[in-house]
């Protein structure tokens, strides 16, 4: 397959094996943003991936239970193959497993085209758009996450690790007993996640890592990694580290924040302009115009997920309303009060179920649309938000999110038709498994007393 050059896997083996690395994990994002892979012995690492390696294509869209679902060219196509060959460039030793280094793939069809559905290439795709006004997206996630322990008497059978109310913002084993978070924090830095800071969050049992800005595919690259790393650290320890929006009646939601610039050739910041009262310049007015006016469509992406519109509301440091503001924390979308090189936007509005690859496309793909189409922003939200009477409500369900991306051809076009179809009946199928089944609060209502 003439797209992919095969002339440096013979060093890459080479330089694995003196490492003293044996198996390299070939893995790569689902719909879902679930890292599907295959293990390959080093010494057989060159032949066996310099022709790509087979996975079925509709391994996209398997559910965490275990079911199918159908899209084009998937199940009724008779679960036809895609082909993930080695972005070499990523190769990683993995801190905690002895021989051990993970390697991201780019998918292709058996005929060499990139596969669309992809994840990474739908990201890959909008960052070459911006390259190609000159502009470089540069993004910084930030994730939120609850660590839980076994407990038969719990009602899923999880507790909340270090359970103990008011430890946002602490460290320590005030909020954390057996001192997890600081042995996680050491293992993740050593591979290459570019972490730097840890602490507890908000909620009892709730913790977050922070990790540096870069490119943008980069950082989506660091993003699912650190996801798959984090659960693979708690399972170490008998844990379950859960990134799930809303796990809990009594808890607030976990979040995924993403801070956002732009920079030229050079580097230098193009979202900042010392002239102007608030310190943005037009660029990043109409980069904000376009994510308000695109966000119905990009929350189905950034709150994949049923429960997702469970971490909505007032009231819950979650957006709750289609709205920005000046280092306003109420507010969808957040300039932070940093300017010169440090200007940035901080998207507030995923959470931390969503897909990293699809979570960065949206927020390029609304900005991008800001800046071609010239969007100016309404006001600035001035004091604390919640308010429905001064901005649009964001979408409140997953069914209604869909509808907005479907009905959203501009978003539409940018991520790609074969994504987005494929995205959509995905989802959709979600919303129909949901709903016929019958839940935990349907019987607590109604067994007794009808």
């Given at each position: 397959?003439?797209?992919f050059d095969t002339s440096g896997l013979p060093s890459a083996q080479d330089a694995l094996a003196s490492d003293g690395i044996d198996v390299v994990r070939l893995g790569y994002a689902d719909l879902l943003g ?417």
């Amino acid at each position: 397959m003439s797209h992919f050059d095969t002339s440096g896997l013979p060093s890459a083996q080479d330089a694995l094996a003196s490492d003293g690395i044996d198996v390299v994990r070939l893995g790569y994002a689902d719909l879902l943003g679930v890292d599907r892979g295959r293990d390959v012995l080093v010494n057989r690492f060159a032949r066996s991936v310099g022709g790509g390696v087979a996975f079925c294509r509709s391994v996209y869209t398997t559910t965490p239970l275990g079911g199918v679902v159908d899209f084009e060219g998937g199940l009724s196509a008779g679960l036809p193959d895609i082909v993930a060959f080695p972005d070499v460039s990523t190769l990683q030793a993995v801190p905690w497993e002895p021989g051990v280094a993970h390697c991201i793939a780019d998918l292709f069809n058996p005929d060499g085209t990139p596969s669309q559905e992809s994840p990474r290439h739908v990201l890959r795709q909008l960052v070459e758009q911006f390259k190609q006004l000159g502009l470089s997206p540069i993004v910084g996630p930030e994730l939120e996450f609850y660590v839980m322990e076994q407990d038969a008497a719990a009602p899923n059978g999880w507790r909340r690790y270090g359970e103990s109310t008011g430890n946002v913002y602490t460290t320590g084993r005030k909020g954390d007993p057996e001192n997890t978070l600081i042995e996680s924090l050491r293992l993740l830095g050593d591979y290459g996640l570019e972490v730097f800071a840890a602490n507890h969050e908000f909620s009892s049992g709730q913790y977050e890592i922070n990790m540096w800005h870069s490119e943008a595919l980069d950082a989506a690259d660091r993003a699912h990694r650190f996801k798959d790393a984090v659960k693979e650290l708690a399972r170490r320890s008998g844990r379950m580290a859960t990134f799930m929006p809303k796990p809990f009646n009594d808890e607030g939601g976990s979040g995924f924040h993403l801070h956002f610039s732009l920079v030229d050739d050079a580097g230098g910041s193009l979202f900042a302009d010392p002239g102007v009262e608030d310190g943005l310049s037009e660029l990043a007015r109409h980069a904000i115009g376009g994510i308000l006016a695109h966000a119905p469509a990009i929350a189905a992406i950034a709150n994949p997920t049923i429960n997702s519109y469970k971490r909505f509301g007032p009231d819950t440091l979650a957006p709750w309303l289609i709205d920005w503001g000046l280092d306003n924390r109420s507010a969808m979308l957040r300039v932070p009060p940093e300017r010169g090189g440090s200007t940035r936007l901080e998207l507030r509005l995923g959470d931390a179920s969503a897909n990293a690859y699809l979570a960065i496309a949206g927020l390029l793909a609304g900005a991008l649309l800001g800046i071609r189409n010239k969007i100016e922003p309404p006001a600035a939200l001035v004091g604390y938000g919640y308010d429905p009477e001064r901005s649009e409500m964001l979408p409140q369900s997953l069914d209604a999110a869909l509808d907005a991306l479907e009905a959203d051809k501009e978003i539409g076009d940018l991520l790609g038709t074969p994504f987005t179809t494929a995205f959509l009946a995905y989802k959709r199928d979600e919303i129909a498994r949901f709903r016929s089944a019958v839940t935990d609060w349907e019987f607590r209502e109604y067994a007794t007393h009808l």
